[in-house]
C-alpha cells in the first residue's frame, strides 16, 4: 500500500504525458483551412510544382511578459510589427537565441513574434492551382497567420509542417505573414522541461529547467517555403526498397490529394542516373518494381560506383484511363538509392556486408547518447 501510495503520482504523470503525446502525432497540425498530415514530401520544383523560398531577414520581437502563451494577445498579427513597437532584424532559418549579444533574447522564455511581407504572382491564381505554405521545423509551438488570418498550429520543434494558404492570399499584392513561436518546456512537451521563477533585484525571471544535454535553442530553425500544386497532386510517397540476387526491388506507396471525386491515375517511372528510363508501372497508387541487375547504394569507400542513385518519377491525373497522349504531367520526382538494412545483436549490414558505423546521434532520436557510448 505504501508503494502504491508513493509510485501514484509518477504513474498519473506518466498518463498525462503519454495521452498528449499520442495526441500530438495524431493532430499535429491544427488549421483552419486544410493542411496536410505528412508535411514529409519535400518540395522540388517540377512542370507542375513553383516554388518560392521566405528565407531571409525576418522583423522580431520578443513578447510581452504578460502575453498569453498561445501568441494571439491583442491581434497583434493583423498588422505589421514595425507598426506597434520597436523590431530587430532576425535571419530565417536560425536559432534567435544567439543572434544577438543580448542575454535578454538569449535566455527569454514565452512567446516571440516574427513577421515579414511577401509577394505573390498572379499567375499563381489560376482555379487549377493550390498554394502551401511549408516550414521545415520551429521550436517548439508556432502560430501562423497570413493577411491576419490563422492558417496552422503545430507543436513539435523539429519536423515539418504545412498548410494550403490558396484561400487567404492577394495575388499580385503584398501579403503579410506572422509567426507565433513559443519555447516553453513542460512535463508533456517532448522534450520535457520545467519553469520556474527567479528573484532579481529587476524583479521575477522565467527560468526554463531542463534535464537533456543540450541547449533550448528556440525559432525557426528550418526554411519556409510556398510552393504550388495542381487540385490533383501527389501529396506523400513511401518508398522501401530490397534486393533479390541481382534485382533491386522497389516498394512504393503513393497518396493522392484530389478535390475532384473521379479516381487519380498514375504513372510510375524509374530512371538511371542518365535520365534513361528503366521501367513503368501504369495506373497503380502502390505497387512493387524489379530492377535487373540493380545499382545498389553503396556508401564511400564500399564500392567504386558509392551512392548510385535512381530517379522514382510520378505522375497523375483525374481521368478514365493514364495515356502517353494524356495532357500534361502532374508529378513529382525523388531520388531513390536500393539497399538493403540488416543488424543483428551485433553486427550492421548493408547490402550483405558488414559496416563500421561513426556519427552523430539525431535530436529526433530520444534516446541516452552516455548510454549509446558506453554500450558500443
Same mark, same amino acid.
Given at each position: 500500500?505504501?508503494? +502504491? ?25 491544427? *488549421? +483552419?483551412?486544410?493542411?496536410?498530415? /505528412? ?6 520544383? *517540377? ?15 520578443? !513578447? !510581452? ?9 491583442? &491581434? ?27 542575454? *535578454? ?21 489560376? &482555379?487549377?492551382?493550390?498554394?502551401? @505554405?511549408?516550414?521545415?521545423? %520551429? ?7 497570413? /493577411? ?10 523539429? @519536423?515539418?509542417? =504545412? !498548410? ?13 505573414? *506572422? ?10 512537451? #517532448?522534450? =520535457?522541461?520545467? %519553469? ?11 527560468? =526554463? ?72 508501372? #501504369?495506373? !497503380? ?52 538509392? @536500393? ?27 530520444? @534516446? ?9
Amino acid at each position: 500500500m505504501v508503494l +502504491l501510495v508513493i509510485i501514484a503520482p509518477f504513474v498519473a504523470k506518466l498518463i498525462k504525458f503519454l495521452y498528449h503525446l499520442c495526441a500530438a502525432l495524431v493532430t499535429s497540425n491544427h *488549421s +483552419l483551412i486544410e493542411s496536410s498530415a /505528412n508535411g514529409i514530401l519535400y518540395p522540388f520544383e *517540377s512542370e507542375s510544382r513553383n516554388i518560392r523560398s521566405l528565407d531571409g531577414i525576418w522583423n522580431f520581437r520578443l !513578447a !510581452a511578459e504578460n502575453e498569453s502563451n498561445n501568441g494571439s494577445t491583442g &491581434k497583434w498579427y493583423e498588422q505589421e510589427l514595425q507598426k506597434t513597437g520597436p523590431t530587430i532584424p532576425m535571419p530565417v532559418p536560425a536559432s534567435y537565441n544567439d543572434i544577438t549579444e543580448e542575454k *535578454s533574447i538569449r535566455d527569454h522564455v514565452g512567446t516571440v513574434r516574427y513577421d515579414r511581407d511577401f509577394f505573390i504572382p498572379k499567375c499563381w491564381s489560376s &482555379k487549377d492551382t493550390k498554394v502551401w @505554405i511549408r516550414f521545415g521545423g %520551429v521550436h517548439y509551438e508556432a502560430i501562423v497567420y497570413i /493577411n491576419g488570418k490563422l492558417v496552422v498550429h503545430q507543436e513539435g520543434g523539429h @519536423i515539418p509542417f =504545412q !498548410a494550403e494558404v490558396t484561400s487567404v492570399l492577394k495575388f499580385g499584392e503584398k501579403n503579410l505573414i *506572422s509567426v507565433a513561436v513559443n519555447n516553453t518546456l513542460t512535463d508533456i512537451t #517532448v522534450p =520535457q522541461g520545467e %519553469v520556474t521563477s527567479l528573484q532579481t533585484d529587476n524583479g521575477s525571471i522565467k527560468i =526554463q529547467k531542463y534535464t537533456f544535454d543540450f541547449f533550448n535553442y528556440a525559432g525557426i530553425h528550418r526554411p519556409v517555403l510556398l510552393y504550388t500544386t495542381p487540385t490533383t497532386y501527389i501529396d506523400d510517397i513511401y518508398v522501401q526498397t530490397d534486393i533479390h540476387e541481382d534485382n533491386g526491388i522497389i516498394k512504393y506507396s503513393i497518396t493522392i490529394g484530389n478535390n475532384n471525386e473521379n479516381s487519380s491515375n498514375v504513372l510510375v517511372s524509374v530512371l538511371d542516373r542518365d535520365g534513361n528510363y528503366i521501367i513503368r508501372d #501504369v495506373n !497503380a497508387t502502390e505497387g512493387e518494381l524489379v530492377i535487373p541487375q540493380a545499382k545498389l547504394w553503396w556508401p564511400y569507400l564500399m564500392d567504386p560506383e558509392p551512392a548510385y542513385l535512381y530517379s522514382l518519377q510520378c505522375d497523375c491525373k483525374y481521368d478514365s484511363i493514364y495515356t502517353q497522349e494524356s495532357a500534361e504531367l502532374l508529378g513529382s520526382r525523388l531520388k531513390i538509392g @536500393i539497399r538493403k538494412l540488416e543488424w543483428t545483436n551485433d553486427t550492421f549490414t548493408i547490402n550483405g556486408k558488414p559496416i563500421y558505423m561513426r556519427g552523430l546521434e539525431d535530436m529526433k532520436i530520444l @534516446i541516452s547518447v552516455e548510454k549509446d557510448m558506453i554500450s558500443h
